[in-house]
């Protein structure tokens, strides 16, 4: 928290003010930040052609975008500046947690990236590239997680300078470990894997020693609102939610954690039981995941299942 508090200061996150009549300052707490999911294309089409993962990561990304609202905020718990007290802080950076802070950033980022000669994806914002007759660079950007992939190596390269000149950044090598999800590079292609996602999850609700059993649904599974409520609605959400999450390596629970998603408002003590059972299929493969393969072609693959089957 103190090096946090150092980051803002260096960067003329805000100065201390007395607030102006009519205006009202927001609240300050210490928040974690949400990412979302990995892309697969992405990284699909690393795997085709085996070009190398980059990883990056940025310091404190939210600082870096400017506000252009006026914006006060409380003092930050636990660190209110001598003297200063009944003072509240006037923003001139973004910060974690506020509807502004997103776009601030995104927008600065974006325009670094661009001023390299990098263009936005028009399908997916968060995917940016540039392209020659030859070579491709494409660049995927997770909050404050950037990945780099292409076939022009020293573009690659002249980029993550780049970067280095925009943003306090640390270069984190090659992609192993990308927001919970384990990255494995073989001969085969590109593995992911939650297994340490799944292994916490099995902990956390004391099915670690669990019996495993061989489908995440039974068969034509007859789930209505009706029957005894489950006494733990937000218990229940929670797992539905981290489940959802999983989908990401784990199609073959998708179906599954749909169906119990749907009973997210009155859950009962049946739609529980669908869910032990989604984490007892769990604890007999934990590591089971998605192989991305090197192949000569770009190829969609597929992935069907029936209850009571293994995906294929």
């Not at 997916?124 to 997770?142: C, G, P, R, T």
């Not at 993550?160 to 590079?185: A, C, E, I, P």
């Not at 990401?248 to 599954?256: F, G, H, L, N």
């Not at 669908?274 to 493969?285: D, H, S, T, V």
């Amino acid at each position: 928290m103190i090096e946090e508090m150092n980051a803002l200061d260096d960067n003329g996150t805000w100065n201390l003010v007395k607030l102006h009549p009519g205006k009202q300052a927001i609240r300050c707490k210490w928040v974690f930040t949400v990412k979302v999911n990995p892309d697969g294309l992405f990284i699909s089409m690393a795997a085709t052609y085996s070009w190398p993962l980059h990883q990056l990561v940025i310091k404190n990304a939210f600082l870096h975008g400017d506000l252009h609202e006026e914006v006060y905020m409380e003092q930050p718990p636990g660190f209110v500046a001598q003297g200063e007290y009944g003072k509240v802080c006037h923003l001139h950076r973004s910060l974690y947690g506020l509807k502004q802070s997103p776009r601030a950033w995104f927008g600065k980022f974006s325009q670094a990236v661009e001023k390299f000669g990098m263009t936005k994806s028009k399908f997916d914002h968060s995917v940016f590239y540039k392209q020659s007759d030859a070579d491709i660079i494409l660049l995927i950007v997770y909050v404050d997680d950037i990945v780099i992939t292409g076939s022009d190596i020293t573009g690659v390269s002249s980029l993550k300078s780049f970067l280095h000149t925009q943003f306090h950044m640390k270069d984190l090598g090659m992609l192993k470990y990308l927001l919970g999800v384990k990255v494995n590079r073989s001969k085969k292609g590109i593995f992911l894997s939650q297994r340490k996602y799944v292994l916490d999850l099995l902990t956390e609700t004391g099915k670690l020693e669990a019996k495993p059993c061989s489908v995440p649904m039974i068969p034509n599974p007859q789930l209505t609102k009706d029957g005894e409520l489950f006494e733990d609605l937000e218990k229940y959400r929670r797992l539905v939610g981290k489940l959802n999450y999983l989908t990401v390596t784990r199609p073959d629970i998708a179906y599954s954690v749909n169906v119990v998603s749907q009973f997210m408002s009155s859950s009962t003590v049946h739609h529980w039981a669908a869910l032990e059972q989604i984490l007892c299929y769990l604890k007999g493969a934990p590591g089971r995941g998605i192989l991305y393969e090197i192949t000569d072609t770009l190829i969609l693959n597929v992935f069907h299942m029936q209850i009571g089957q293994v995906p294929r």
